[in-house]
């Protein structure tokens, strides 16, 4: 099934261009983790929808002060190379996730989530996409007011954490509006249900009408 092969693969990069003349590449980062650039081993290239194709990682460095990382993959040897295999995502095995402490998830879970507006719970849109700037921004799709949906309440609050619970919340997909970029920022996501499937927003004066 499409959906379990996935469940085997997580996404932690983006080779964005070539680097120089010697097969190095950028890579835009989708983890906080950097040791998935930075320490060699295997790793995973896929375009699209392909079947991942196993690479070895040989080294790899952050651009000072910027968030990219400059890797370099056996075999690529030339600038024509490594631009053959920018827009390809850099995968890990999903057996490979770094533990937590308590409190904390992976940010690649908050994707799919549904976003409710605090205090009534009110679902207002989905988080699509993750964006690493100074802080993480959680990219958001609105949904139509009149869309909007008001949940059950919750099993578990779980403050920052996710819970361990079953049902799924989401939002719903008809008559989408826009995108809106949300600090993720205890302040205003003061709330994550991984399992429920749902976040809770804070948002200050203005921040939805971008």
Known sequence: MAGSEEDEWLVVGRVVGAQGLQGELRMLPRTDFPARFTRPGRRWLRHKRETPRQVQLLSGRQLPGRELFIVRFEGIHSREAAEALVDHDLLVSAEDRPPLAEGEFHLLDLQGLAVRLAPEGTVIGTVVDLIHAGNDLLEVE?????????????????????????????????????????????????????????????????????
């Open 142 to 210: 609105l949904i139509a007011p009149e869309s909007h949906e008001q949940p059950p309440e919750p099993t578990q609050d779980s403050g920052q954490a996710a819970g361990k619970t079953s049902g799924k919340t989401s939002a719903k997909t008809s008559a989408k509006l826009r995108r809106v970029l949300i600090p993720f920022v205890l302040p205003i996501v003061p709330r994550v249900n991984v399992g429920e499937g749902w976040l809770e927003i804070t948002p200050p004066p203005g921040l939805l009408d971008q």
